[in-house]
Antibody, heavy 120, light 106 residues
């Protein structure tokens, strides 16, 4: 069965960086984009960006441009999201999700989420 | 940038039909999908490509999309359907989510 398993919770200081992993199993890793979605406590879902595990190409939401990097390691079936220059406003749960459908894009499987807390 | 608007809250009595709307400029010309999220859990896809249900999603969940509005309809709403619901579309190479609607089953 398809599974996306994320790394554990992180606590970071303002100005630091965080790197979250998402290990895929149960399907061919290189066949579907991995997307990242952020959710602050009590708030809605916010798309962060995507990485194509086959090519390594990535695309990011405009508000994160310049401090977000998405990569992958095909040998271990894992995608990574690194967010730099953290502020308290980055405190949130980050989800990875498998993307389908091109222009009819939807996420059919989601990871369990990783809580990133930014605090001095 | 493209925006999707949902009502913050929707209430329904058990066994009745709940409708949650999602509005966006010419949304009917795009595809819409819907996610259900219960407290402390990851989102779950309940409708994709406007009207399709993933395997394992009950038939009481249905969707439509026309004009400027996509609608998620839950027929015979059950207590277990109480959750936050998010619509989502794709525009200009970006994923766009609605703000979410909290469905309360009274």
């Amino acid at each position: 069965q398809v599974q996306l398993v994320q790394s554990g919770a992180e606590v970071k200081k303002p100005g630091a960086s965080v790197k979250v992993s998402c290990k895929a199993s149960g399907y061919t890793f290189t066949s579907y984009d991995i997307n990242w979605v952020r959710q602050a406590t009590g708030q809605g879902l916010e798309w962060v960006g995507w990485v194509n595990p086959n090519s390594g190409n990535a695309g990011y939401a405009q508000k994160f441009q310049g401090r977000i990097t998405m990569t992958r390691n095909t040998s271990i079936g894992t995608a990574f999201m690194e967010l730099s220059n953290l502020t308290s406003e980055d405190t949130a749960v980050f989800y990875c999700a498998r993307g389908r459908g091109g222009t009819s894009w939807y996420a059919d499987y989601w990871g369990q989420g990783t809580l990133v807390t930014v605090s001095s | 940038s493209y925006e999707l608007t949902q009502p913050p809250s929707v209430s329904v009595s058990p066994g009745q039909t709940a409708s949650i709307t999602c509005s966006g400029d010419k949304l009917g010309d795009k595809y819409a999908c819907w996610y259900q999220q219960k407290p402390g859990q990851s989102p779950v896809l309940v409708i994709y490509q406007d009207t399709k249900r993933p395997s394992g999603i009950p038939e009481r969940f249905s969707g439509s999309n026309s004009g400027n509005t996509a609608t998620l309809t839950i027929s015979g709403t059950q207590a277990m359907d109480e959750a936050d619901y998010y619509c989502q579309t794709w525009d200009s190479s970006a994923v766009v989510f609605g703000g979410g609607s909290k469905l309360t089953v009274l």
